[in-house]
């Protein structure tokens, strides 16, 4: 009898392939939202890939109803998604690193579809009915992977060194509203 592969198996393979495998990971991501909000969770309404904006196209959309002061809401998640096979930091002068051009790209992209679907008139606020404008949230960005988090010419340790400096870093930064996550973690979060 031949056992069928288990969704991590199969999201494992994609992580690890030497090509840009963003799309097809993300189809994955449903299987992992819960990873993906950040409140009390009471129901998910719907999950969009590729949302068309004016500004271009959000790559993932969580909707939900969930508990806030008490009462239910909904509220819409914004996660922008680069593939596992892109770096999150490159080398820079000096020890330290800085963010990848992917990781900019990233940044730059959820910040305007933020804005966008934030401002009264919102197409996805008015189809799901989400009145006020802070329940739409960013969820923050999905890139890299465990393998390859740090692009340039350093041995293996120093990279894990200088990635959890500069994680550090980026998650101050960050602070409570954008939350960074590698294509490793979400494969952790379906074993």
Known sequence: ??????????LKKLIEDKKNRELQCSKYLKFAKDLLIKDTLIDYI????ERRLHLGRSDYVIIAKVVSFGDSTTRAYLWELKAPQCHIFQIDKGN???????????????LYYYHEMRKDGSILREEYEISN????????????????????????GEKIRRYHIARAVKDYLYGDKITLKTWTEVLNQLK
């Open 1 to 10: 009898m031949i056992l069928s592969e288990t969704n991590y198996d199969k």
């Open 46 to 49: 719907n999950i969009e890939n």
């Open 96 to 110: 330290k690193l800085k963010p990848s051009k992917y990781l900019n790209d990233a940044e730059n992209k959820l």
């Open 133 to 156: 404008t802070s329940d739409v949230r960013i969820g923050g960005i999905i890139i890299g992977s465990e393998n390859n988090r740090v692009k340039g010419d350093l041995d293996e």
